[in-house]
């Protein structure tokens, strides 16, 4: 078995070098590795605490480093990284072993001299806990060294939100995210499935919007979970589980979602229509269908076809042949940065401008597939105004057949309702997200 903090450098590594997935390269690792649930919990939150505060914690080294951090070795970087996590942000790890954790591992995995490298930024950080990084005058930098992220982000935040929607916005971001499951009511009621987590020993409560929706503050794996193996619970996020019941369908419906995968949207359609909704679930990846039909199997939904297509390209086949369509697009996955930390320094002003291209490929198909007075749900789990309400307002402006239907799911503080679209703000229970339900008047 791996050290476990030797175990949190080397993810580290492949997140920020080989820009390997967080969420995934910490599932396989943790199976792969025989660590109790006490190391199993201390090595995610390093590694996602890391990952969450990484421009803080580079600003803090930058100091003590005469080259900057460019110059050090990956590997012994991402040591002192994730030791200055714990020192300033973990209250439970003593700063001395958080240190000589630090030291020693790379003693044994780098070299003598990295290990003094090491001991010494450790030491003189820990000289002086209140030293201040940043200009405290200036909103921006006091915005990006708080709440850890890199400018240009913050400023198109302000730009689009203003500065208190921004704080919030970067507060919500960075908080702890619980897991909420969805009930399936193709198999279980909701008292059944409430009763039966607490039975388990969960620690869980009602969800904070969404009436199918139990929110899971403490417990094991929930894949573990006989319910979930069951099929009579899902995970999904509250905010995704918004997006069927916009739809307002009925069960003679037949659905298009253009992005499904992992089917989260399309079998909650299932289960909100009693299984009898026609629903087609396309993706773009092939291999991606079959998490689809997984998903579907286990939760007993038989009425979704699958089919492999690119939904940037128009297909012929299926004009004007849906009642309704979902565009759950692609995006820049803003939103959803609690959980998947690094995309905080994956992403770029020139990777939203690309995307952007995309989404309204994907929209221009839709508004053909779908029939006179049917519905189009547009979604993203990104908070950039440009993917998504100037989206909207552009579809509009350039086809005057395409009108908003207003949503509405109640007056919350982190919800923004604007012309009838709505924009979810990140907190503890949702991602940060954004629904517009559209119709084709001809």
């Known amino acids: 078995m791996k050290n476990s903090r030797k175990l949190c450098v080397d993810i580290l590594n492949n997140v920020f070098s080989k820009e390997a997935y967080s969420n995934i390269i910490l599932r ?28 803080t914690i580079d600003k803090i080294l930058g100091s003590f480093l005469k080259k900057g951090i460019e110059s050090l070795d990956p ?37 003598v001299s990295a290990s003094k490298l090491v001991n010494g930024v450790l030491r003189n950080y820990i000289r002086d806990l209140d030293k201040t990084y940043y200009n405290k005058n200036n909103l921006i930098e006091s915005l990006c060294f708080n709440y850890s992220f890199d400018k240009w982000l913050v400023n198109m935040f302000i730009k689009q939100y203003g500065e208190k929607i ?19 009511p193709l198999k279980i009621t909701y008292d059944e499935a409430y009763e039966e987590l607490t039975k388990l020993g969960y620690d869980i409560e009602e969800g904070y919007v969404c009436p199918e929706a ?7 794996n ?21 997006v069927a019941p916009s739809l307002g369908f009925c069960e003679e419906l037949k659905v298009l979602d253009l992005c499904s995968a992992p089917g989260g949207k399309s079998t909650h359609i299932s289960e909100l229509s009693n299984d009898k909704a026609n629903v087609i679930a396309f993706d773009i990846h092939e291999n991606k269908l079959s998490l689809i039909k997984e998903n579907a199997y286990r939760l007993g939904i038989n009425n979704i076809l699958y089919k492999q297509m690119d939904a940037s390209v128009f297909n012929e086949n299926l004009k004007a042949s849906a009642d309704a369509v979902l565009i759950d697009v692609p995006c820049s996955g803003l939103g959803i940065i609690k959980k998947k930390p690094e995309i905080k320094y994956t992403k770029n002003i020139k990777a939203l401008e690309d ?19 049917g519905t189009i749900i547009y979604s993203t789990c990104t908070l950039n105004k440009r993917e998504n309400i100037e989206n909207i307002n552009w ?18 503080p ?29």
């Open 75 to 111: 590997f012994v970087l991402n040591i002192l990284r994730s030791a200055i996590y714990q020192i300033r942000y973990l209250d439970k790890v003593p700063t001395f072993a958080a240190v000589n954790e630090a030291v020693e591992i790379a003693k044994l995995y780098s070299s």
């Open 222 to 242: 929930i894949e573990d979970n006989p319910l979930f193996r069951e099929g009579k619970i899902t995970v999904q996020d509250e905010s995704a589980m918004l």
């Open 395 to 412: 579809l509009i402006k350039n086809y005057p057949s395409i009108s908003i239907e207003p949503i509405f799911f109640g007056n919350l």
């Open 355 to 373: 995307i952007i291209k995309i989404q309204r490929k994907i929209m221009l198909s839709s508004i053909e597939y779908v029939k006179t007075n």
């Open 214 to 220: 139990i929110v899971i503050n403490k417990g094991k």
């Open 28 to 55: 396989n690792e943790l199976k792969k590795n025989s660590f109790n649930d006490k190391d199993k919990a201390l090595i995610t939150e390093i590694v996602y605490g890391t990952i969450k505060y990484k421009y």
């Open 166 to 184: 921004t704080e919030q916005i970067l507060s919500g971001l960075n908080e702890r995210p619980v897991t909420s499951v969805r009930v399936n």
């Open 414 to 442: 982190n919800f923004i309702y604007e012309n009838g679209m709505i924009t979810i703000l990140p907190n503890k229970y949702m991602d940060g997200f954004f629904i517009a339900k559209l119709k084709r008047k001809w």
